[in-house]
């Protein structure tokens, strides 16, 4: 019997997978996340992206214009 197991790509904007007060690092692209979101989608891959909330359990304000960026190439594509 075949058993499907999706693909899946995941990544992070940050060093790690939780988010550290005051933690200095650079922060990738709009353009990159959105090719990685395409790059996944093109091989029916899922794709997870790791955006470690604040202390309030909200997105830090530094990552938006990077997503939003990211999300306005993925609606033109």
Known sequence: QAVYLPLEFCTTLTPGWFWNA??????????????WYQSARAV????????????????????????KQAARLIERS
């Open 22 to 35: 005051g933690q200095g690092y650079s922060h990738p692209s709009g353009v990159a996340i959105a090719d």
């Open 44 to 67: 029916k891959a899922n794709f997870l992206l790791n955006i470690g909330p604040n202390i309030a359990g909200q997105l830090p304000e530094h990552h938006l214009p990077f997503l």
